[in-house]
């Protein structure tokens, strides 16, 4: 994963250009990318320090040196739910998951190799969808998983539930990682508004949450982690424009349209 990122922030410096030019505000020219513009914009991005104890259940992912990338949740004793953004390019050795750790700087909690990655077969990329991953463990972990949305779920993804996302990621755009964990509350989006935000947008596949006027917000490094209404893994953090910004709202990976074949993996 250290080329994904590598690729991942190279490209943000060489579309910064692209999108400065083309002024901050035109969604449509980031939209193809939105990942990768780079602007000043409002911190994480509105959180604030999370306890592990009340989140058992949110994991960071880890290279073999132990440097953060991503998030995650259990699904199941020995099964990750993840992005797919954050581990399609990976092999299972390279990547290890840390559960029951509140800061990076502890050393509590479990480390837990992986024996398996698998990602959704519709996934190419963020933008288009299907951006859903499930690792397999070494070891079962102590932490309980927590539920995913289903067909059933409808109602937790009506526009102004109040949603809650968690990560290690960047509280600023373009700014460090967070040793801690932390978390935010965001409202989710309708369908229609997060369309008007962004061209790719698909309801099926999408869900965004997020203020009209930003800042609060995932942002990078929180990828692949939870973003939960009511004890159900709604969502999981996808992609963006730049992070917290006015009329961007964070995409996030819509869950309950994936609970079939997810489950199947949390099974098997
Ligand atoms: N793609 C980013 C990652 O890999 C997450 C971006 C989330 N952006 C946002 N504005 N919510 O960590």
């Not at 290279?63 to 099964?79: A, H, I, P, S």
Request: proline share 6%.
């Amino acid at each position: 994963m250290a080329d994904t990122r590598r690729r991942m922030w190279s490209m943000v410096g060489l579309l910064a250009v692209a999108t400065l030019s083309s002024g901050l505000l035109t969604t449509t020219a980031n939209a193809a990318d939105p990942d990768t513009s780079e602007t000043k914009a409002p911190p994480i991005v509105g959180g604030q320090p999370a306890k592990i104890a009340e989140h058992p259940w949110v994991v960071y992912l880890t290279d073999t040196q132990g440097n953060q990338f991503c998030g995650g949740t259990v699904g199941r004793v020995n099964k990750i739910v993840t992005a797919a953004h954050c581990v399609s390019d990976e092999k299972p050795e390279a990547i290890q998951v840390v559960a029951g750790r509140e800061s990076k700087q502890a050393t509590d909690g479990q480390v837990a190799k992986v024996t398996g990655i698998w990602v959704h077969p519709a996934y190419q990329n963020a933008n288009s969808g299907a951006d859903v991953a499930v690792l397999t463990l070494d070891q079962e972990l102590p932490q309980p998983p927590l539920a995913i949305a289903s067909k059933d779920d409808g109602a937790l993804y009506q526009a102004g539930k109040t949603s809650t996302v968690l990560g290690w990621g960047a509280t600023a755009e373009g700014g460090q990682a967070s040793d801690i964990l932390q978390k935010a509350e965001v409202p989710v989006v309708s369908d229609q508004e997060c369309q008007k935000a962004y061209p790719q947008y698909k309801a099926d596949a999408m869900v965004c949450a997020g203020l009209p006027q930003g800042g609060v917000d995932s942002c990078q490094g929180d990828s692949g982690g939870p973003l939960v209404v009511e004890n159900k893994l709604v969502g999981i953090v996808s992609t963006g424009n730049g992070c917290a910004r006015p009329n961007a709202p964070g995409i996030y990976t819509r869950v309950s349209t994936y609970h079939d074949d997810v489950q199947a993996q949390l099974g098997s």
